[in-house]
């Protein structure tokens, strides 16, 4: 057994290498999934036993699926990514919010304190947004 998959080994490490290439992009995550299916030949001792070609082709099909898995993987990994981005940029966000409805409420309590008149033309100006001529105009002002 040892002696079969040192041969198979030495004889389609490459080739499978160049093969993972084509889907992935990058040598070392080629090579990564290769050894993966390599090591799972290891344990699969019938295979080793097997014709040349039926063992090429189990390697051909193994490299494919695993290349297509660490492609998925990497697809969730992106997504994963994406959404805590997202929840970071929501959570920067909402304490944005919560900061500008704390400095509004703090904003309402020193007008609540300035005299009645005072108090309706900061509400006028700030929270209807009436020009200055649209507030004389409704209070009789000049």
Do not use: W
Not at 11 to 17: F, G, I
């Amino acid at each position: 057994m040892d002696t079969n998959f040192n041969t198979c080994f030495r004889t389609y490490y490459q080739t499978m290498c160049h093969f993972a290439y084509g889907y992935l992009k990058d040598s070392l995550k080629a090579e990564d999934v290769v050894q993966l299916v390599f090591v799972k030949i290891i344990d699969n001792s019938e295979l080793l036993g097997a014709s040349e070609e039926l063992v090429k082709n189990y390697l051909y099909k193994a490299v494919r699926n695993a290349c297509l898995n660490e492609i998925k993987l990497g697809e969730i990994h992106q997504t994963i990514l994406s959404r805590i981005q997202q929840d970071k940029l929501n959570e920067d966000n909402l304490i944005f919010h919560i900061i500008r409805s704390e400095i509004y409420q703090e904003i309402m309590k020193a007008v609540k304190e300035l005299p009645p008149r005072c108090q309706h033309v900061f509400e006028l100006a700030f929270i209807d947004q009436k020009t200055n001529e649209e507030i004389a105009e409704e209070l009789h002002l000049s």
